[in-house]
């Protein structure tokens, strides 16, 4: 994302809600809370050395809840619109399939409520996280983009956390769990899968092909070179973690996952992927030229056994952010200007999940 929309997420880190009516009630309300969870990782990537892996659980809440939009951006013009919630409402009773979502590089969990709210709503726990040194609330840091597969310890962590708590454990299935991801969040619910991360591989494939999207820098952060990372991959501070990268960084129990957009797939063993027996589904844009398809979703595609994929037209990698507001087109630019209506684009995905889902977390 650009410069200027991080600078704003910082203004949304737990309370983006606007003061605003209150949002008319769909059948189902959805409630929102959030919490942190702890991890060594979390340390070796925040910018201030914290191991706090904050997270966000959207879920459907009692009836009578009250929801109240929720935006990122300045209060008095918004860049984002998020959906609504409910803040701290109780949950509705009966167990629920679980979800882990993962956002993409320099995101948020707030920057996926669009889809996490609609899950949600659907009838499923989501639990979304900011995955520290890499999201767009706290600067960004070159060990936030290099350990990459600490992304799914942080999805462990967070699942972790919520199972401690007394009041939103009773509600998790975990027998029904699933992963889902944007870009970097993409490979996060792989890995979180099982996929065998493979950085050597994804070393090979940036010095060979310099020009693909995913080896230069990223526009998130434009600073930071595919070279920053390898130096930082071999400081006395990132190499305990780098050797942890072939570990096994799968979450105990997840059955299915869906991305959309799905980057930095080189990192993966290609025989690695071969071998996973789960079921993936894969949306993507054509037009992105950010995570290539060639390159991510559609070699995904080709390695995975059990894969399905569909690719829309004319659609790009940040047709996946939230809905971009008036102001957020005018201040933000490229990354709101898109070919198809976001909300067409928004809707496509959140049917694609809930089909998936339901299909394999019965």
């Not at 892996?53 to 998020?82: H, M, Q």
């Amino acid at each position: 994302m650009m410069r200027s929309m991080i600078r704003w997420l910082a203004l949304a880190i737990f309370v983006a809600g606007v003061p605003m009516a209150t949002c008319a009630q769909a059948s189902t309300p959805v409630g929102e809370r959030h919490g942190a969870a702890h991890t060594p990782g979390a340390a070796a990537r925040d910018n201030a050395h914290r191991d706090v892996v904050r997270y966000t659980v959207w879920y459907p809440a009692a009836a009578g809840s009250k929801e109240t939009p929720i935006t990122v951006g300045p209060p008095d013009a918004p860049l984002f619109n998020i959906g609504s919630a409910a803040a701290d409402a109780a949950i509705a009773r009966g167990r629920f399939p679980t979800l882990l979502l993962s956002h993409g590089n320099g995101g948020s969990a707030r920057m996926m409520g669009w889809f996490g709210i609609a899950m949600a709503r659907a009838g499923y726990v989501v639990i979304a996280v900011d995955h520290p040194g890499n999201n767009g609330m706290d600067p960004m840091t070159v060990a936030g983009g290099t350990l990459i597969w600490e992304r799914a310890e942080d999805l462990k962590a967070a699942l972790k956390a919520v199972l401690d708590d007394g009041d939103l454990a009773p509600h998790v299935d975990t027998a029904r769990l699933g992963a889902t991801g944007f870009s970097a969040g993409g490979f996060a619910a792989l890995a979180a899968l099982g996929a065998q991360v493979d950085i050597n591989h994804f070393i090979a494939f940036c010095r060979a092909h310099p020009d693909d999207s995913t080896c230069k820098p990223q526009k998130e952060s434009p600073g930071i070179t595919f070279e920053d990372h390898l130096k930082a991959a071999s400081t006395p501070e990132l190499a305990p973690f780098m050797r942890q990268a072939k570990d096994n960084h799968a979450v105990p129990g997840v059955r299915a996952i869906f991305v959309m957009a799905p980057g930095i797939i080189e990192a993966f063993d290609p025989e690695g992927l071969k071998n996973v027996q789960q079921p993936v589904s894969i949306l993507l844009g054509k037009a992105d030229d950010v995570a290539q398809p060639a390159t991510n979703g559609e070699l995904a595609a080709k390695l995975l056994p059990h894969a399905s994929i569909h690719e829309l037209d004319k659609v790009g990698h940040y047709d996946f952010l939230a809905t971009c507001t008036q102001a957020g087109r005018e201040q933000l630019g490229p990354l709101c200007k898109h070919a198809v209506a976001q909300d067409k684009t928004h809707a496509a995905a959140i049917k694609q999940a809930s089909d998936f889902f339901a299909a394999n977390l019965r």
